[in-house]
């Protein structure tokens, strides 16, 4: 993270090109450069429920996942408002 919070262009990159299929690792990591986690992040059972908050640097984290093939393996649902859940395949 930079000096202000946002999620540096290696984090980002690190998201994007995550380098195994451990979706829970992954998850893991992108709550770390979350902003306001205790607002915008939780988790239920086999579920994460992300809500970006209209933050930029969340947004950013999102769209590194979205070129991730594990976005297209997890995401359950996108509302608009920038809110996502997140589901752990079976």
Not at 10 to 23: S, T
Not at 24 to 51: C, I, M, N, Q
Not at 74 to 83: F, K, V
Request: aromatic share 18%; charged share 30%.
């Amino acid at each position: 993270m930079d000096s202000d919070g946002y999620p540096t262009e290696e984090e980002l990159l690190r998201v994007e090109k995550w380098p195994d299929v451990d979706a829970a690792a992954w998850l893991a990591y992108v709550k770390t450069l979350w902003h306001f986690p205790d607002w915008g992040w939780r988790e239920e059972g086999d579920r994460v429920f992300a809500s970006t908050g209209g933050w930029s640097g969340n947004e950013d984290v999102i769209a590194a996942m979205q070129k991730n093939f594990l976005w297209g393996v997890m995401l359950e649902s996108y509302r608009r408002g920038g809110h996502y859940e997140f589901r752990w395949p079976k």
